[in-house]
Structure formats: C-alpha cells, structure tokens
C-alpha cells in the first residue's frame, strides 16, 4: 500500500535551516533527527540569546547597584512574565524557576507534599508516568505514611477513566499525572481529571514535559494546582524549566533549600524568608539558562504553537501509516489523542538493536523504557523503539526511518 504524504506547511518546512545541529552530517549521512522526547534542537536565536547574555549583560541579579546587575535583574524578571504569559498563570509570581520538571516535582514533593500529607492520604499517579513523578512520591510516602494508588492504562495506552473515577474518595489528597505521555504519546484528558479530582478535595499536579512544546497550554483553563515543565523539551537550554503552583498554595508552601536570594532577614536565632516566588530559588540562578529558555517561548509563540500541533499531526499520521504497513510492526499507543510520539515494535527485534543500526545511518531514535519502567510491565515489554517528531522534521525524515527500519529487517532476516 502507498502511504500518501501530507502537503505541509511550506513555511513550517523553512524552519528546519533555524536549526545549526541539523545541517551537521552524523557518520557522513543527513542527520535524522527523531529523538525530540528526550531533547529538541536549539535554534540559532535560543543559542544566541545564551551567549548575549554572557557578551552584554552578564552580572548576579538581585543585589547590585550597578547598571549590569540591574540590567541581568530585568532579564530575569522578564523571563519570569514570559513564562507566566505562555502557560497564561494569572500572575508571575506563580512561576519558580527550576532546573526542569524533575525538579518541580521535586520541589512540589517536599515542599508540599512533605507538610501537608498524612497517613492515611492518598496520592493517586498513573500507570502512564514518567520516573521522575513516581519516586518523588514515594520519598513523600515513605516519609508520611500517605499510601501511593494508580489509575491503571487500557491496552491502547489510553488511562481507564472508569477505573480513575472508583479510585477518587475523600482520602485522594494529590492527584500527579503528565498531561503527554512520554513513552507512548498519548494526550490525557487533563482538563476534567483535574475536575474530577479537585471535587474530592484533591490538588492536581500535571507534568507537561511533553506538552508544551506540542500545544497551547492554559493553566488557567486545566484549572490544575501545579504545572511542570523543562526547556530543554522546548527548543530551550538544558537544566532549566519551571514550576507553576497557584498563588495561595505556593504562598503555603515551606521552602527546601536555604541560602542567598531565599530570604528576608537572617539571624542566628533564626531567619525569615522572602516573598514567593524567591523563597523557592536560593543561590544563584542559571541565570543566561533563564534568558534563553524565555527566547525560546519566544521561538515556539513566534512559529505558533497552532501551526507547530498541525504540522506534528500530520507527520504523525504519515508516519503511523506508514510504519503500520512494514510487516511485524506494532504501534505502542494507539488512542486517538496522540502528540508527536509514535512507538513502536519490530517483530522480534529489540528496539535496542534497532537503534543502533538506525544510527549508523544517521537516524537518531530512542530505545528503551523511557523512564518509565512500571508502563513497560504493563505492557509486558522490555522496551519500545520510540520516534518523537519536532517542528523541523518533516516527510523525508520519516521516509528515511521507514527505509532504515526495512535494511534492518533485511539484516535480521525477518525481511
Ligand atoms: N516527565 C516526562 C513526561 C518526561 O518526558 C521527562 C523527560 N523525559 C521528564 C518528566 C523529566 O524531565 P527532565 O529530565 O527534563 O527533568
């Protein structure tokens, strides 16, 4: 069967030559770049802003007198409200900045769950989450005696919202689930779990390593508690993101790590602590990380985040199509609200194998549990070959993976 490919976007097409790393040939080859889950590529203007900063601007922020600290200080407050405007938090001072969704949730595990969870609470995550918003909660559990419960996921990788709803009872104190899931690409409807939760009383944190790079998000409209996210799934730096936490809660919360920047006034009796959101930023920030994740937001709102979601679908689709007709190939994940993540399983090969002889030429996938080890038992799988698409990925892209993955087949025999 002949896969059509879609018409995309010529101007979304133009943007692949924004991105420096891509005109880099990988073992003489063009380089296929379909491990965007993991890490995007950074445009030309996000790398800029990085060295700017350090060019023009570098100083500490917050304490000095002098025209560049004050200036470095403007930077970070900027940022600050540009992150606010592109989750649409009704004020900055809902934003932390952090070092990426690990640490948000984290942040929120101790600094929330620690003082406000008891035994005898329920903290409710799903079968679908990513490592990093399971062990934090069970730190919490261990040291709370709160008990951990699961909504389980259907065969295609969609949660069992029935199996949610009898899970929900006055006890459920946290409800923490990503809003895409990273392994399998499934988009949850996060929007009335949220509902559903808070009506028992619960809070709801939402990881959106996944999402935000893929659709518009309003924290306002999820009406969620807590929002995560990193910059480095954003077109932006590594070892940056940011944590939303509503006004009230994060103005409750206790703060985890002392030092400069987090305070009011210290003593050795005793100290107090600043307004948020610095009480949760103590020490030096990553403070050119900040500035160029905020020219990302930028990038991705320049772009449209519209156009980015149609783009992304239609490759989806071309690739689903396409990687279904390759005999013994198995699509992971087959709900119909998918972002930009098709997984999947070649016969009897492993992913791992597969990966490696993609790479030699030049294609770049992920293989393996994807951080999220309790999903792969689920599904009975020791690990799923994943490729996740970007804005400057387009058909070729897949025709080449299609074509890796059929000399693989021919390699293994099972052509
Ligand atoms: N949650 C999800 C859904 C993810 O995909 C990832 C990254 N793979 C994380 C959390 C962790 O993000 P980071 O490593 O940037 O903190």
Redesign the pocket.
Known sequence: MTVVAPELSPAMLARQAEFPILKQPIRGQRLVYLDN??TTQKPQVVIDAERDFYERSNANIHRGVHWLSQHATDLYDQARVTVQKFLHAARPEEIVFT?????A?NMVAYCWGMSNLKQGDEILLTELE?H??IVPWQFVAQHTGALIKVVPVLDSGELDLTAFQALLSERTRLLAM?H???ALGTVNPIQAMTRAAQAVGAKVLI?G??AVAHAVVDVQAIGCDFYVF?A??LYGPTGM?ALYARYDILDGMVPWMGGGDMIQTVSFEGSTYAPVPQRFEAGTPNIAGTIAMAAAIDYVQEVGLEAIAQHEHDLLTYATAALLDIKGLRIIGTGPHKAAIASFMLDDIHPHDLGTILDMDGIAIRAGH??AMPLMTRLGLPATARASFALYNNTADVDALVAGIYKAKKLFGVG
């Open positions: 889950g993991a070092r990426g969704t690990t640490e949730i990513h990093s918003n990503n895409v899931s990273n990881d390593a996944q990193s480095h799934k993101g994807h951080c």
